[in-house]
């Protein structure tokens, strides 16, 4: 270890064990020492001119490190840049997806998926500290179009507006200059965040599910994470709620719902719902699955009951 100097130790435990050769060398490595430390075991390579201490353990970031460090022209993205950003409702992939450049060839390595577009505003980059260069959460969303299904894009379009906290203006910004016939995702992420029911965004995969299959059956006036103030309770949130009918709908999916405090704080709002003429419905985990449609049924007949 006497062969590193002190700024290259730091950058490489800020950069989870990851540096470029010609970092390395801005931080008082010569090419000699780096074969050196290369032969010694202290450094192996990861990409071509990348090198990690084995020490560190070669994940998910220390992976996007290593591209973005190899290549800075390409940002990390999809999948991988969902993954980095805790996104719900991603496919499978382990192996890191950028976008780079048109003719770029970021790496020849078989664990690294290129996009190459010159579609990428650099306002859709985010540069974190540890010098991974990805998409922000709006941009995440749009490319996840291409490799989810339309249920889980509109789920991860409500996380992202949730987490970011992210208006539907902002999270159609980042797509409508690249609206083309040769980008039909595009289109799709753009009619998806057309389609979305009014109000804020869903908390859980769950309440996205119920309040597209509610709207998809013909529910009128639906609203998602809807606010009121209720007598002897204050204000509240509904996580969905048909005002026209004064009929909440609750996705009790938390184990906090069942734990003694969320249950009497559960009552202690419904009561108070009720008190002003409202219906409080309760959806479980059990409710959902195979039995979404019989759930969504169940609703729509209460909803349209209280709506005559």
Wanted: hydrophobic share 40%.
């Amino acid at each position: 270890m006497g062969l590193f100097t002190t700024e290259s130790l730091v950058h490489l435990e800020s950069h989870h064990g990851v540096a470029s050769a010609r970092t390395l060398k801005e931080l008082g490595l010569s090419s000699h020492v780096i074969r050196r430390l290369v032969a010694n075991g202290n450094l192996e390579t990861v990409l071509r001119g990348v090198y990690r201490m084995p020490v560190a353990p070669l994940g998910l970031e220390a992976r996007c490190a290593a591209v973005c460090a190899a290549h800075p022209e390409a940002v990390i993205s999809g999948p991988t840049a969902g993954r980095l950003w805790g996104l719900r409702r991603l496919p499978r992939d382990d192996r890191i997806h950028v976008i780079a450049p048109p003719r770029a060839q970021p790496t020849v390595a078989p664990w690294v998926v290129p996009y190459r577009t010159l579609a990428l505003h650099d306002s859709d980059r985010v540069v974190r500290r540890d010098g991974i260069v990805m998409t922000d959460r709006p941009r995440t969303a749009l490319d996840l179009t291409r490799s989810v299904p339309s249920r889980d894009l509109l789920s991860i379009i409500e996380q992202v507006m949730h987490d970011g906290r992210h208006g539907e203006q902002e999270m159609r910004r980042v797509a409508v200059d690249w609206l083309t016939p040769g980008r039909p995702f595009v289109r799709r992420y753009l009619e998806t965040l057309c389609d979305r029911l009014p109000g804020g965004a869903a908390e859980s995969h769950q309440e996205a599910v119920v309040g597209d299959a509610l709207a998809a059956a013909g529910l009128r006036g639906l609203e998602r994470q809807y606010r009121i103030d209720l007598p002897g309770y204050g204000p509240a949130r509904f996580d969905l709620a048909v005002p026209s009918a004064s009929l909440a709908i609750e996705i009790d999916i938390f184990p906090t719902h069942r734990e003694t405090h969320g249950r009497r704080r559960d009552d202690w709002r419904d009561d108070a719902a009720v008190s002003i003429g409202w219906r409080v419905e309760r959806v479980v985990e059990d409710d959902l699955g195979d039995r979404l449609a019989a759930t969504v049924r169940r609703l729509l007949a209460v909803a349209h009951s209280r709506q005559r």
